[in-house]
């Protein structure tokens, strides 16, 4: 070979070297970030009262993403609650170590919540915190298919097609404000088949919200009671629910009264209405005579879209001395809400 030849050859492959060996020197960074973070984590937990152990980390994915796989994974709070799944995987792309997902997929066991031992299984979930350069957690995503929990050796209370969340602290605010954004499609739980002509499953629930003030750590009760005293109010920027026939699309202000009763107005626009109160009376839950006049108001203010489809109405919706109004006509009472004392605000 010539030597004209040679030197470009020698160029390029010294240049794939350096390019393999910086990879693989920002892919061992990648990996340590991720490991030091994690463990950081589990010190932090433990150091608070709780409990985590987990079998000996293992580290793979060369030469793609970094994979930190824990197996025997357990987290408990001694006396009270625990959570035990085979393993949970923390992933990051090498050039992104601050971003990172902890893979959620698979069968978890939890006891001591709401059922002596529940079983909750999803065949994708995955958790996405996002840290900025400080270190500090600027964002949660959490995206689950076909999820489904239930007590242990029975059948699945809940279950759900697809859902996601994510909660995210907006920057450059006078005030602390919190988004949510929150979206379900084909959930079924106990109960959502009592409402008669009602679907037995909610087929679409999409939310965004913000939290407006801040929520200090404590018992619930307590911490609600002090963002409720410091202003504290949700903003729903959108909301939408189809549960067929029913359909609701709307906006407004929630926030919590003197007995920490939700309380709140939006406007909102109806579609299934007719079909709906029917549901609802027929249940009991609407007493005829309210229905009766429901129906009539409703027929008036009802319109039909160009175009044609079904009838829609827009509308004041209120709640407040724990009753629901639909523009000024009582529709249902609302159930006392009971803030459990053992939870708490972290």
């Not at 066991?109 to 002596?116: D, R």
């Not at 999820?147 to 809940?158: A, R, T, V, Y």
Request: aromatic letters at 8%.
């Amino acid at each position: 070979m010539s030597t004209s030849w040679r030197r470009p050859i020698i160029f390029i492959s010294a240049l794939l070297a350096s390019g393999c060996i910086a990879y693989g020197a920002l892919w061992l960074i990648t990996a340590s970030t991720l490991q030091s973070q994690a463990q950081r984590w589990i010190n932090d937990q433990n150091r608070s009262g709780l409990s985590v152990t987990h079998g000996g980390p293992r580290l793979g994915g060369f030469p793609g993403r970094v994979i930190v796989t824990y197996p025997a994974w357990s987290m408990s709070e001694p006396g009270r609650w625990s959570w035990t799944t085979q393993a949970i995987e923390l992933w990051a792309q090498p050039w992104q170590p601050t971003r990172f997902t902890v893979d959620l997929s698979g069968t978890h066991e939890v006891s001591g919540v709401w059922t002596p031992v529940g079983v909750a299984s999803a065949e994708r979930a995955e958790l996405r915190p996002s840290l900025g350069l400080d270190g500090r957690l600027g964002e949660v995503a959490l995206s689950v298919e076909k999820f489904s929990l239930g007590p242990k050796d029975m059948q699945p209370l809940i279950q759900l097609s697809a859902a996601a969340l994510s909660v995210a602290r907006l920057p450059d605010q006078s005030a602390p404000v919190s988004r949510f954004s929150l979206s379900v499609d084909e959930f079924s739980a106990p109960g959502l088949s009592d409402f008669g002509a009602l679907a037995p499953a909610l087929k679409t629930l999409r939310l965004t919200a913000d939290l407006m003030g801040e929520l200090t750590p404590g018992p619930l009760p307590s911490a609600l009671a002090a963002w409720r005293e410091g202003g504290g109010t949700v903003e729903v920027r959108e909301a939408y629910l189809e549960w067929p026939p029913l359909s609701i699309a709307g906006a407004g202000t929630l926030a919590l009264d003197e007995q920490l009763q939700p309380i709140g107005a939006m406007t909102a626009k109806f579609t299934g209405f007719f079909e709906t109160i029917d549901a609802l009376t027929a249940k009991g839950l609407v007493r005829t005579s309210d229905a009766g006049m429901a129906r009539i108001v409703l027929g008036i203010l009802a319109r039909t879209p160009q175009g044609g489809g079904p009838a829609e109405i827009n509308l004041a919706v209120t709640a407040q001395n724990r009753k629901l109004y639909t523009g000024p006509l009582p529709l249902m009472a609302l159930p006392d809400v009971m803030w459990p004392d053992d939870l708490s605000v972290p």
